[in-house]
């Protein structure tokens, strides 16, 4: 007896769900463009006038903070618990570190390796799978962990460079107005790397803390006040003492996008991949769209650019987060196999590790 055809209201309403998030797919791929367009402005103000990158990040946190705290009103409605108020303020200070470290990557070696070293996030991915997985899937996070280094060393070797790219067919620019860039190595490389673990932690943090969205934005606003709290004497310091060049006023176009792009809006639309689309930070999907953006940035700004290159190591960077994140994407698709939508979205909230 042959096995019943599938219903086609099944196809219909697949169809119908998937034309439901072209829109938010819209907006997320509009959001990353614009923080990444704050990114490569930050980084040509910086690199032309050696302005303070400590200082600079505070002065964007600080109208950051001021705005999540008028839009939110953490003090205003149900009382915070304590289990949820103390762990906001610790996330703080690992996010003023985030912002330190991942500048001065930025600053020291360029918005390509900065941009994708935020993705080494995913290793907390290998973490997971040594203390849950199993023998088959460890092997898997490893192997992904290995392809992840693999292409960091390939971007501190200057593969994404056109001037130092292995690759004959590089895209060379001929104008004499194109940035060129200086070879990095791994150690310079730790910067981004660092920052990307840090925050791929503070997201599992404030993600643990706050299961309904309303309750994540108002965490949100504490976690921000108490980064810029931590960041204050550092900036102070920087300032006063360990700075010689400290550049004031800062250029208005690099200090109001990182504001709007890269702080404010940046936190909405990474919300709505995670509760719409199901599409956390250090997920290949989320590098796809990083990664067409960097190229469209690299070529309107005339940067030292290989696409060959660039291209090889986003792929490896992206097998290796695919691997590295096995486990919970397996864990996920069984949540949707067994779950209705309308319970879905508050199971992906309570996503395990990476991010």
Known sequence: ??????????????????????????????????????????????????????????????????????AQKPWKGRALANTQVVPSVVNGGITALYFILWGKGLKSCGPVRAILGEYSGAVLGVLSGVLYGRGGHVWKKVGGLLAMLASFYFLSQGWAMATYSPFPFSNASSDDEAHTEQLVGMKEMLFPILAGILSALRRVIARRVSLKNQLKRRLHAITLTSATCFLFPVAMWDMIIGSNNV?????????????????????????????????????????????????????????????????????????????????????????????????????????????
């Not at 505070?58 to 903070?65: G, N, Q, T, V």
């Not at 702080?263 to 990474?270: K, P, R, V």
């Not at 490896?316 to 879905?344: H, K, W």
């Open 1 to 70: 007896m042959m096995s019943p055809k599938p219903l086609p209201e099944n196809r219909g309403s697949s169809h119908y769900a998937t034309m439901r998030q072209t829109p938010l797919q819209i907006i997320h791929v509009v959001g990353n463009f614009m923080r990444i367009w704050s990114v490569y402005s930050m980084y040509r103000y910086l690199s032309q006038t050696g302005a303070s990158v400590v200082l600079f990040m505070f002065c964007c946190l600080l109208p950051s903070c001021i705005w999540f705290l008028v």
């Open 247 to 355: 550049e004031l006023p800062f250029s208005a176009w690099a200090f109001s996008s990182t504001i709007l792009f890269g702080m404010i809006l940046i936190f909405y639309i990474d919300s709505i991949a995670e509760e719409r689309l199901h599409m956390v930070f250090s997920s290949p999907r989320h590098l796809l769209v990083a990664a067409g953006c960097i190229i469209v940035m690299e070529i309107v700004y005339k940067m030292d650019f290989s696409l060959l290159g660039f291209l090889v190591c986003a792929a490896i960077l992206g097998i290796g987060i695919y691997e590295a994140t096995s486990l919970d994407r397996s864990r996920r698709d069984s949540f949707q196999g067994s779950s209705s939508n309308g319970i879905l979205e508050d199971q992906v909230e309570m996503s395990p590790l990476p991010t």
